[in-house]
Nanobody, 122 residues
Framework: QVQLVESGGGLVQAGGSLRLSCALS????????MGWFRQAPGKEREFVAA????????YYADPVKGRFTISRDNAKNTVYLQMNGLKPEDMAVYYC???????????????WGQGTQVTVSS
């Protein structure tokens, strides 16, 4: 059974930081490209960041460039999203996704986590 389990969400003041984690089980983590997405109330799910499985190349959505950092630890089967300088507009449910073949920011993805809430107070 494949599972993606996110953790690390919570309540933070604007300007603060959080680190999200997402652990993959049931598959070989190093075989998967990993991504983070988010969905705010009343909005569609949007791409946040991705990290490729072999090269470690990273991609970011424009609103988070320079503030968020995606990384992975293949030994721990975990992908991270370090979020600094959080803004109220970053408030959303954050989801991680895994793809054997990367489907891009707008595509469907092989596996999804259940999401973790990030709340930013102004």
């Amino acid at each position: 059974q494949v599972q993606l389990v996110e953790s690390g969400g919570g309540l933070v003041q604007a300007g603060g930081s959080l680190r999200l984690s997402c652990a993959l089980s049931g598959r070989t983590f190093s075989n998967y490209h990993m991504g983070w997405f988010r969905q705010a109330p009343g909005k569609e799910r949007e791409f946040v960041a991705a990290i490729m499985k072999s090269s470690g190349v990273t991609y970011y959505a424009d609103p988070v460039k320079g503030r968020f950092t995606i990384s992975r630890d293949n030994a721990k089967n975990t992908v991270y999203l370090q979020m600094n300088g959080l803004k109220p507009e970053d408030m959303a449910v954050y989801y991680c996704a895994a793809d054997f073949y990367w489907r891009g920011p707008g595509g469907s993805h092989d596996y999804w986590g259940q999401g973790t809430q990030v709340t930013v107070s102004s």
